[in-house]
């Protein structure tokens, strides 16, 4: 796939006299092409996530923790140390990696069914020992790579192949907010939820996780920005009518926002 | 003593686990550890291999760099081990059967990832909660695997404090050769008893990060990549091809056992860990009556002896195997000496009970006489 684009661009050669370069692949990106599915976000945030690493300088010393699910091959795109690690094990993974080695920068990119559920416990402990480690998580509310189950971040009433009659709260408790929860633990230095349905709030997210790797490099503790995102495939819908969807019912269900900023507590 | 003095007298070695000590086994093997150059420990407490993890918890806090994090679970902590040492750390975590039970996940991982690492299971009776008495039912779940997948992990069987401490240390330079995880299989009666080591004798390793490894300082070179994941099935098979090759060579390299009186035995007694002390005493014994009775002790468990084995029951009228489980190691025994049948004997203890003399000895008179003996006669069914 880098190839074919390699082979395109030589084909194409960049006008030189007169021009410059003013917008760009981020370095911290390669050439491949995203795979994710029409109406998914994972690559804006991923996007977000390079141009952030490009502008803070750090993508030498980047290591990141690849979850399971639909970004498990995240580390086709960064063009930086990667690590796949086991189904919500993650921030743990991270742990042994920023203590061994306290230079690097360490992103923990998940989603939800990893970070919220199966990993339920690997993040809340990770978060309040104020781990040096930045969480992105990405809620879409559903599992993604499975084919469309109930994840604890659906909404209620959410019909998901595994709540095929709608999240029944009776049965499956109501949605879980994480930032909400992260942020009442001590070792949390930030934590903020943002949307990636529209430009505006892409522009959030991207400020935010600049904001959370600059925590890091100072060595505040604990960051994690959570991401509303929308799977149009699992929630058949249009990527127009996905989006819409995040910013109208996910919105009313998640607040965006900063829950806890270490700096603003002074 | 003026400051000065002080000063020059100051041992920077201060922290180097050495000399001639009295110790309890999980503390031999971290003393080992850390000169093997482990700078690195993860893990939970669970009896009996409490005595690790605290030895650590205060150990590696003045081994320069060192690191000690109890983690949350036994998940959590092989994960962590999985982050330092593809980090490029050597980095070990300890733990008992149920708790090694929660760490296979990780521990499949580690495997296909081809990572470095040292994990010890203080084995106790399970299966469930069981006891924390002695047992060795963890025998399958280290040699045959484990956890999900077609992998295998270096299994060292010590049998006293001093051998804790020097597998300790061969663990991690196996592990390393290899990058294949590698496990001390031990028990309760290893793990807790006290004996003479002599740490001086464990050579000191000033371990470096290897090139594969992830981390900063990565200016000129590509990004390095630790997985388990080759979604294409042509791909992973040329990756399972790689690994099995590596078995290999690995099984026809690194081979351990010690043999003990086996030269004109008529009887070979194959014991591992604890039990082969037991055994051995037993052996001795009965020598000096003019009994022609051997021992083999397999040091790796995996890779294991099968070709001495198998050359040695060529030699004697009968083979009897001691565990302390329904039997496991035995079905290993049952396939060295496939080819060249020799009446198979099993004697176990069962329920954490150990072996005393005569639960060795009564059944080996009885063998010797017998090679026949229908009480111990054992075969797969």
Known sequence: ?266 | MSQMTAEAMKDDLAWLPKGRQLMKGNHAVCAGAIRAGCTAYFGYPITPQNEAIEYMSGALLDVPNGIFLQGESEVASINMVMGAAAAGRRVMTSSSSPGISLKQEGISYIAMMELPMLVMNVVRCGPGLGNIAPHQGDYFQAVKGGGHGDYRLITLAPASVHEMAEHAHLGFELACKWRNPAMILTDGVIGQMMEPVDLDAIPVVDWKKPDWAMGVNRTGRKPNLVTSIWLDPEDMAQKHLEIIDKYERLKAAEVRFEEYMCDDAEVLCVAYGSVSRAVMGTVRKLREEGMKIGLLRPITLWPYPYATLRELAKKVKSVVTYEMSWGQMIEDVALATRLNPVPLHFVPRHGGLTFNPNDVETPLRAIYANPQNSDTLWEIS
């Open chain 1, 1 to 266: 796939m880098s190839d074919a684009i390699n082979e395109l661009r030589a084909e194409v050669p960049l006008p030189q006299e007169g021009f410059e370069v003013v917008y760009q692949r981020p370095h911290s990106l390669n050439d491949t092409q995203f795979t994710y599915c029409p109406g998914c976000q994972h690559g804006q945030v991923h996007l977000c996530i390079a141009e952030a690493i490009d502008e803070l300088e750090i993508k030498d010393r980047m290591i990141g923790m690849a979850p399971v699910g639909c970004s498990v091959f995240a580390y086709w795109f960064f063009d930086f140390d990667f690590i796949s690690c086991p189904h919500g094990r993650a921030p743990a993974v991270a742990t042994g990696i920023k203590r061994a080695d306290p230079e690097a920068i360490v992103l923990s990119y998940q989603g939800d069914g990893d970070l919220a559920s199966i990993g339920a416990a690997e993040i809340v402990h990770a978060a309040n020992r104020g781990e040096q480690i930045t969480v992105v998580f990405i809620n879409n509310a559903i599992y993604g790579m499975t084919g469309g189950q109930m994840a604890p971040t659906s909404l209620e009433g959410m019909v998901t192949s595994t709540s095929p009659r709608g999240r029944d709260v009776s049965i499956a408790g109501k949605p879980i907010h994480v930032v909400e929860m992260l942020s009442t633990l001590s070792g949390v230095a930030y934590a903020e939820r943002t949307t990636a349905h529209d430009p505006k709030g892409l522009i959030k997210t991207k400020k935010a996780i600049k904001k959370a790797f600059e925590y890091q490099m100072e060595g505040l503790g604990f960051t994690i920005v959570e991401v509303l995102c929308g799977c149009a495939i699992n929630t058949r819908r249009t990527p127009k009518d996905s989006a819409a969807w995040v910013g109208e019912e996910m919105n009313k269900v998640f607040q965006v926002g900063v829950f806890k900023d270490i700096k603003e507590e002074g």
